[in-house]
């Protein structure tokens, strides 16, 4: 199993950047996805994810401003990130669940105020 996240950058305040995440070696369509954030000294959080069924939620900073979506034909994730603010600044990290948990290695966003 593996995925592979892709996009991270560096972006002004109010920039956008779109984080993708290809999945291989699991049947990609019965798990549900998730993207998450870490920064140096704190938990990694949960920032969107999408279930089978296409239904997302968001945490409540990014709501209004980050679009969570998947391809289930291409294996891939997609998180748009829009209005990027300071704080959203992170090391995000692309996830699988069922019934195991299966984590992506981390792309880096930076956003400069």
């Known amino acids: 199993v593996q995925l592979q996240a892709f996009g991270g950058g560096s972006v002004q305040s109010g920039g956008s950047l779109k984080l993708s995440c290809r999945a291989s070696?699991?049947?990609?369509?019965?798990?549900?996805l998730g993207w998450y954030r870490q920064t140096p000294g704190k938990q990694r959080e949960l920032v969107a994810k999408?279930?089978?069924?296409?239904?997302?939620s968001y945490t409540d900073s990014v709501k209004g401003r980050f679009t969570i979506s998947r391809d289930n034909a291409e294996a891939t994730m997609y998180l748009q990130m829009d209005n990027l603010r300071p704080e959203d600044a992170a090391t995000y990290y692309c996830?699988?669940?069922?019934?195991?948990?299966?984590w992506g290695p981390g792309t880096e966003v930076t956003v400069s105020s």
């Open positions: 999408i279930d089978t069924s296409g239904a997302t």
């Open positions: 996830n699988a669940k069922l019934l195991f948990t299966y």
């Open positions: 070696g699991i049947v990609f369509s019965d798990f549900e």
